[in-house]
């Protein structure tokens, strides 16, 4: 029920990003999703790729200090109150939202939000006891 999401410290740095992306490209690694937050020092990078293994030691291959972290993805209908609905079931089962992105599937016209909590599995089983779509690794990447 967990996908498992890449974080990169990445250095504020002209070309890091292009860096990191080009090894990916070139490893034949598929970005599903990507977020980044900054200081003015270096920023997290995280991503959701097709074979987060792979990207790991590519990335620790050449240089860059990665982590892999288990987080929450969901699929909900793009329309108003569907992200509302799922953060009022997180709230109201005492869990903690960490931080939140998301993406749009082409073939489905849903939202996928992925979501990093403290207790995955519990938050994972709330949703799906409330009716909420939890998806796979596996989903995400066909998502």
Partial sequence: MLVKQISVFVQNERGRLSKITRLMAENGIDIRSISISDTVDFGILRLIVNDPEKCEQILRENGFTVSITNVVAVGIADEPGS????FSIADEN???????????????QEACIIMRVAEGERAAKALIAHGVKVLSAEDVYRF
């Fill in 94 to 108: 005492g869990i903690n939202i960490e931080y939140v992105y998301a993406f749009i599937s082409h073939a489905t």
């Fill in 83 to 86: 992200l509302a609905n799922v």
